[in-house]
């Protein structure tokens, strides 16, 4: 993993694209934030009524913060893409991880056997006892 990867054309692409979004959302956010904290600013008498300013910068502050929410979703959603990608794209690490456990069955393997061939001998040894015993006493 140490080595830099070159991602063909299309996965760059993506990635790039992954980018886009993701400065765009922050600057959506960032920009409706700013912008619901200047509509909080009490400005001089205007030719628009308190009562009618008021409502229009209610309404304002609710689209904006309808606006944030939307770029936090969009934002979640880029986390859950970026997730897939990594999963169906990391193929070197899923490698990695089907031989490190090809090693951990093989070590596992060799083991058994070892055990097994000790087994086997001891097995024989005795065998060859039982039937020294067994032929010795049969004859006398």
Known sequence: MSQQR???????TLLQSYNKRLKDDIKSIMDNFTEIIKTTKIEDE????????????????H?????????GESLMKLVSDLKQFLILNDFPSVNEAINQRNQQ???????????????????SVDL?????????SRYK
């Open 105 to 123: 069955l093989h070590s596992l393997q060799q083991e058994c056997d070892k055990k097994l061939i000790a087994l086997r001998d001891e097995i």
């Open 46 to 61: 205007t030719q628009v009524s308190r009562a009618t300013q008021g409502e229009q910068d209610n309404y304002e502050m």
């Open 6 to 12: 070159v991602l063909p054309q299309s996965k760059e």
């Open 128 to 136: 060859y006892e039982l039937e020294e015993e067994y032929y010795s």
């Open 63 to 71: 689209v904006r913060a309808a606006n944030i929410v939307r770029a």
